[in-house]
């Protein structure tokens, strides 16, 4: 387990500007006024994970929220069958950590980078110095956390589809960014196993891998080492969208 203070000597491998850039333009930044996102911005420090370091783990003390502006990272969540389940990917722009970090409490997830990733991180003391000197900022916190409500929502209705087929494309689509009224343009890269997605989607491998080898052979995703890639976004939404329906 590697905490956040072992992070602070991070190598930057990304300029901080780009960083900046790539942080006001997530969906949820790109939102506010410019001064908002220059208050918070100003404060935010680069932070780089090699590939499967930890950024934080189940029960660590909350102490940031977080950007991801490159690579990518899963988080995991204790499952009381199944342990630990991988129940979402965070590509560039996503932000995460603030219900903990608010909150002041342990965390309830851990977050692991699967390639090498950087994020911007807003610490606990960055975040009491802003509520102090501009308390109106308090809902520019609670809005995030009302943002990523919608992820949340998705991944468990996908688990509540009962064709098998349908599921699984509707958690690639989840895990591949979606949200409902926003599909990120192809190709993604799911950095899951088959197993892994298998345990994601509440289904056996061998289900996993026989639905896995229909949408190959139609072209929409294709196997890689230790992922799944999505080449075709809207076709797979497509399948989705006509079994709802219908």
């Known amino acids: 387990m590697y905490g956040c203070d072992i992070l602070q000597g991070s190598r930057k491998n990304m300029q901080m500007e780009e960083a900046i850039a790539i942080a006001r333009n997530s969906r949820w930044l790109s939102q506010h006024e410019r001064r908002v996102q220059d208050l918070l911005c100003s404060r ?4 780089t994970l090699p590939k499967n370091r930890t950024l934080f783990d189940i029960e660590d003390s909350a102490s940031e929220i977080y950007c991801v502006v490159s690579g990518c990272a899963v988080i995991t969540v204790p499952h009381p069958v199944q342990g630990m389940l991988h129940a979402h990917v965070m590509f ?24 090498p990733t950087e994020l911007l991180a807003l610490s606990q003391t960055a975040i009491i110095d802003l509520l ?3 308390p109106s900022l308090n809902w520019l916190f609670f809005n995030l956390m009302a943002w990523n409500v919608e992820e949340y929502m998705l991944h468990a209705v996908d688990l509540m589809v009962v064709d098998p087929r349908i599921r699984l494309c509707s958690r690639l689509l989840t895990l591949g960014g979606r ?8 190709p993604v890269s799911i950095p899951l196993t088959q197993e892994e997605l298998a345990a994601a989607s509440n289904m056996s491998r061998s289900t996993v891998f026989h639905l896995l080898g229909d949408l190959v052979s139609q072209g929409i995703c294709e196997l890689g080492y230790r992922e799944v890639r999505i080449l075709d976004m809207t076709r797979l939404a497509a399948i989705v969208d006509e079994a709802s329906a219908g």
């Open 132 to 134: 102090k000197s501009e």
């Open 92 to 115: 560039a722009g996503r932000w995460f950590g603030e219900p903990a970090a608010l909150g002041k409490r342990p965390r309830i997830m851990s977050v692991v980078a699967r390639r």
């Open 44 to 47: 935010m420090r680069l932070v």
């Open 179 to 186: 949200l409902l009224n926003y599909l990120p343009p192809g």
